[in-house]
Nanobody
Framework: DVQLVESGGGSVQAGGSPKLTCVASGYTFSAHCMGWFRQVTGKDRETVAYIRADGYDMYTASAKGRFTISRDNSKNTLFLQMNSLKPEDSATYYC????????????????WGQGTQVTVS
């Protein structure tokens, strides 16, 4: 019974720096890749960042240099520190998991939480 619960969203002024949290349960968190995604009405869900079991991370171009993804395996928790927010960052943010093999992501992100809304004005 995989559970992913996002929190930390809300209404934020442009330039703000909220931190999103995803609490995971029901699986071996430390053995999976974890990712943050976002979606706005009428558009496809897009990748924001992901982090491998070995700590390697990647970011979409619009997030690199502003956002930082991290994980605390002892607490089964994923974070997204967001800095210098822009109105175009407004979206519902989701966390998700993917299988890993030899430290690399070896499958798709297929399970999602309910999401947390971020509105930048």
């Amino acid at each position: 019974d995989v559970q992913l619960v996002e929190s930390g969203g809300g209404s934020v002024q442009a330039g703000g720096s909220p931190k999103l949290t995803c609490v995971a349960s029901g699986y071996t968190f430390s053995a999976h890749c974890m990712g943050w995604f976002r979606q706005v009405t009428g558009k496809d869900r897009e990748t924001v960042a992901y982090i491998r079991a070995d700590g390697y991370d990647m970011y979409t171009a619009s997030a690199k240099g502003r956002f930082t993804i991290s994980r605390d395996n002892s607490k089964n928790t994923l974070f997204l520190q967001m800095n210098s927010l822009k109105p175009e960052d407004s979206a519902t943010y989701y966390c998700s998991r993917a299988p890993a093999r030899n430290g690399e992501c070896s499958g798709m992100f297929e399970e999602w939480g309910q999401g947390t809304q971020v509105t930048v004005s």
